[in-house]
């Protein structure tokens, strides 16, 4: 059974840094993995989805980079900004389903 | 249209009450999608429509009943809910996998509180 874990659970840093997110996963055949961002009490925005195929996708000052063998994703932020703030989640799916698994997210504060 | 909208946004309903949440989108996706979400907890899974069928019910409880009356529409009938079913119900639509297949795209949700 796929089990996804982020660490940290929670991250504060002040304005102007860069920091990384982790996300792993125990089955490595998946299909694709998505990294979403959530506001309180909103949905989810996709930030960034990476193919099995795919290595790495950037977009602005997010990059997340995924490394199958060894069943971890990573994303990215540069120079954070307090609009950055949110809880980041990452999903994983396998070939043939429909079914994302979520992980257990990371809250981020970037603090002014 | 990019977007996955989802109506009523905030929803109070008794236990005897009979309700549907709404989802509907215009992307072309032919697989859509209901998780619930506790707070703090990350979004559960519990229906899976592909064309227009349902393909996935991980064992969501008979009170919850989904709807996919066509491509871009998809119900969600709510009936003798619990207290402990209030939550964030998210609505999620994507292509099917494949080529095209360019991951999910969450509506806002609908916050249903039930008293």
């Known amino acids: 059974k796929q089990e996804v874990t982020q660490i940290p659970a929670a991250l504060s840093v002040p304005e102007g840094e860069n920091l990384v997110l982790n996300c792993s996963f125990t089955?490595?055949?998946?299909?694709?993995l998505q990294w979403f961002r959530q506001d309180p009490g909103k949905g989810l925005t996709s930030l960034l989805l990476?193919?099995?195929?795919?290595r790495e996708q950037t977009s602005g000052r997010l990059n997340a980079s995924l490394d199958k063998s060894s069943g971890r994703s990573t994303l990215y932020i540069a120079a954070s900004q307090p609009g950055d703030s949110a809880t980041y989640l990452c999903?994983?799916?396998?070939?043939?389903?429909?079914?994302?698994?979520f992980g257990t997210g990371t809250r981020l504060k970037v603090l002014a | 249209d990019t977007e996955v909208t989802q109506t009523p946004k905030h929803l109070v309903m008794g236990m005897t009450n009979k309700k549907s949440l709404k989802c509907e989108q215009h992307?072309?996706?032919?697989?859509m999608y209901w998780y619930k979400q506790k707070a703090k907890k990350p979004p559960e899974l519990m229906f899976v429509?592909?064309?227009?069928?349902?393909?996935i019910n991980e064992s969501v409880p008979s009170r919850f009943s989904p709807e996919c009356p066509n491509s871009s529409l998809l119900n969600l009938h709510l009936h003798a809910l619990q207290p402990e079913d209030s939550a964030l119900y998210l609505c999620?639509?994507?292509?099917?996998?494949?080529?095209?297949?360019?991951?999910?795209?969450f509506g806002s949700g609908t916050r249903l509180t039930v008293v």
């Open positions: 999620a639509s994507s292509h099917t996998q494949g080529i095209g297949f360019s991951g999910y795209t």
């Open positions: 089955d490595s055949a998946i299909y694709n």
């Open positions: 990476i193919q099995s195929s795919q």
């Open positions: 999903a994983v799916s396998a070939s043939g389903t429909y079914k994302y698994i």
């Open positions: 992307m072309g996706h032919r697989a």
């Open positions: 429509y592909s064309y227009e069928k349902l393909s």
